[in-house]
């Protein structure tokens, strides 16, 4: 049987929000080991001169607990 944890992280990529999901996960894998899956519970952007800057996702990152 295991056990798992769920924690929430926010990301941003200049490119799309597909590669904010991205740079998420490789950072919060430095961190957290056994990451199994990750939900977009919101996308935001940001607009500067009326052009997207910024691409932010908040995730909802879960990772099993090891012994």
Do not use: Y
């Amino acid at each position: 049987m295991s056990v798992a944890k769920v924690t929430e992280i926010s990301a941003t990529s200049p490119v799309s929000f597909d590669d904010a999901v991205k740079v998420g996960i490789a950072r919060a894998h430095k961190t957290l080991k056994g990451i199994s899956g990750a939900w977009v519970s919101e996308m935001k952007c940001d607009v500067s001169d009326g052009q997207v800057s910024a691409f932010r996702v908040n995730m909802k990152v879960t990772f099993v607990l090891t012994d």
